[in-house]
């Protein structure tokens, strides 16, 4: 059990003391389709998909920025931003915060205080709102800023070097990353920045001109606009920004994923709502650990004191406004405030280099029922509070950055250095870590990083189009990936030229790591988990990878890329052949049928196209990346279009129109208002809809449906239609409701030729009792199925991975097929796509 941990008081009195940077101001929590990333390409340019993977402005973002002589561009960077169309339905207004619209007029204002702000388009929104990165600083030249960007990547790509260069210990500016208003529904913290950014920009005291002239201070003023004008957790997709990151399916992840690469900030605050008192990171148990946490931990430990200092410092009491004071969850919480998954804005920021990085959620609720139930007044209170609050925060943490300047720059060049020369993590300790109390052994998260992953070429890579897509995606990432020029052979195996290699010895190795591992299975470490536990690029997303444990490279032929090479071939003559077993595979069948092509599908589930079709195959060949090959199959099921009636999550949903489908959402509501049914061809449900609460001529009519197309079912809400309807005779087990993470499967099915021998799950369910006509597509593997993740049995034993070991996954009959797992989680698990787009295709015809 973990006790509370002792506050270091000497060290809060030195924080606070060490002189705030600013007196405080009083203002009025939560924690593309299918195609490749990147640009470039090995030889000559990428794929058109790959080129079209990111927006415009985001790749501005990445490309350096130019004077008009074409000199890199020193700083202020200041442009006059186009005003937004004023919006009264802006939600942020009823609080008396800073409406969308008027961020534009704000940012232009800010930078005609003087020669400090700069404001740069991020990218854009997945609704098209701008998103803005504001950068303040002392004024640089061309020559200075460039002697910047060369120390940045120093730091990162010869940190033995950095380490000793004194030009660094004395020039080199501390980038500081405030992230803002990522969820969209919790909205101070873009208002604590302006007032901040005002604030430094026509500061005239010397401990502000010292601070900004050996430092970088980044704002992302809000990383969801969509959602801070609808009042709205996620963005215009549906999506959680703060779940995306390993994923990086929506245009503001790849957003602040670029600004983390690009600035490589060394600290940094994602500030959110609401937990009263405020909450303050580092976090309970487990810690990644894929991180060097014990760098990690010394930083984020210290700022939190100084934020704690600073909040708590703003007067605010229970009594007197409701406001409880601050906790850190290290040291006040025993666990269900983690840090294990790479999903949240700090935790992610930690693979780019940030040795202090922090979740701070604010204490005074105005979302959701509050912000509907509370008077204006009582509202714009608390978001006076919660400014104040936030403020603060930032305040506390530009002192620390600009007090620890130089240890701050020092733990993060040994973070790379570590990853670059294959150094051992250090477990953290009263002794590694001597600034921070408590630590205990349910602190210590290691692992093992192996030598090196292999991407197979040939005959041993499932998939090469999954294969380049995660190419892609690591290099999107900051990994680097190099090709082999010709076979080689490494730790007793043989591998065909073209393979591609990671090599752990890298600056960014936990990155590579965190994503192309198996991950650990840890549920006997905590009872509880915040979010997923499990997750696997190198499992889920369809390509073989190979871990290397040891051995060296140095006789391996490699190099390096920017971008995976197009895999994309069609055949010259004859009809052709597209295998279904990739989601860019099943977009690019999909796109044939809009067109209108007559496609029919083979015995073994691959599609066959007519030849006649062949300057549309070669379009989508380059566009999806996918191989049109030769065949002589004939005959086959004529194919259509499916348009799929889906009451889903907002990750199926849009998991569903990367692959092309024509989608028409639906729901218990909609049903009950009178759906026409004639245009559907399947139903897929696993969300929103309830049978028991539609009206007699709703379930009339979607019975008539079901039974004369069918049903592709997910999870509780699938299997709970599928018992309403009778389609299918199977009895569904629950697995634990909070169980997730990655799993053994086998397949057996023709839904489920070709994918891969690991799923994903979370609230599992199995299926007993089988019926006549019931086909077993896929099961748990035997012994315990969970590879990574968290997946506890109940107090009474049942429930557990034990009990699905062995049992049915995934089954199907004439009219409906059932999933237990979660093949399209979030548009994560990539190469389990192609198991649902069977189904429907299976049911559609």
Known sequence: MRLPRPVLTATVIALATGSLLLTPQSATAD???????????????????????????????????????????????????????????????KLGLTPYHAIAPKLNALQELGNRVSVEVAGESAGGHRLYLVTVTAPESSRETRAQDRMRELIENAPQAAAKDPAVKKTYKTPVFFNNNIHGNEWEGTDAALGLIEQLATAKDTKTADLLAHSRLYFNITANPDGRIAGTRANANGFDLNRDFITASQPEARAMRQIGIDKQPAVMVDLHGYVNGTLIEPTTPPHGENYEYDLFLKNTYANALGMEAAVNGLGYTPAKDGVDPAQIPFRDQEEGWDDWPPIFTPQYAAFHGT?????????????????????VAELKRRSAINVDVAGAAMRATLNFAQTHRTSLIADQIEVFRRGVTGAAQVPVSAETVPGVPGIGPEDVYTTEFPRAYVIPAGATQRSATAAARLVDHLLANDVRVSRATGGFRLAGRSYAKGSYVVDLRQAKRGMANVMLADGTDISDKVSVMYDISGWSLGRLWGATVTPVRSGSLSAVPLRAVGAATDVGYVAPRGDLRLRLDDPQEIAALNSLLKQGVSVRQAADGSAIVPGSARAKAVVLAREY????????????????????????????????????????????????????????????????????????????????????????????????????????????????????????????????????????????????????????????????????????????GTAGPTAAAGQASVVSGPHAVLFGTEPLFRDHPKGEFPQVARALLALAH
């Open 355 to 375: 040795v202090a990085a922090h979740t701070v959620e604010i204490p005074m609720q105005v979302n959701n029922a509050a912000y509907d139930s509370l008077p």
């Open 31 to 93: 924690r593309k389709p299918p195609v490749r990333e990147g640009s470039g390409q090995e030889n000559g340019q990428g794929s058109s998909a790959a080129r079209n993977s990111a927006s415009a402005a985001l790749n501005a973002l990445a490309t350096p920025v130019t004077d008009l002589s074409g000199s890199t561009a020193g700083y202020p960077r200041e442009q006059v931003l186009t005003p937004d169309p004023e919006n009264p339905a802006d939600k942020s207004i």
């Open 625 to 796: 990346d996918v191989a049109f090959d030769a065949t002589k199959v004939t005959g086959g099921t004529p194919l259509r279009l499916t348009r799929v009636a889906a009451a889903v999550t907002p990750g199926e949903l849009f998991a569903l129109r990367e692959m092309n489908f024509d989608v028409v959402p639906v729901s218990t509501a909609i049903l009950n208002a009178g759906f026409d049914w004639s245009g559907a061809d399947v139903l897929f449900a696993s969300s929103g809809l309830n049978h028991a609460g539609l009206n007699t001529a709703a379930r009339a009519a979607l019975g008539a449906f079901l039974n004369a197309h069918g049903l592709v079912g997910r999870g509780a809400t699938g299997a709970a239609l599928n018992a309403a309807t009778g389609l299918l005779a199977v009895q569904p087990v629950a697995g634990d409701g909070d169980a997730n993470g990655v799993v053994r499967v086998a397949n057996s099915g023709a839904l489920t030729t070709g994918a891969p021998d690991h799923s994903f799950v979370y609230a599992p369910l199995w299926f007993t009792d089988l019926g006549p006509g019931v086909r077993v597509e896929q099961s748990y593997g035997t012994g315990n199925p969970l590879v990574s993740g968290h997946w506890r049995p109940l107090a009474d």
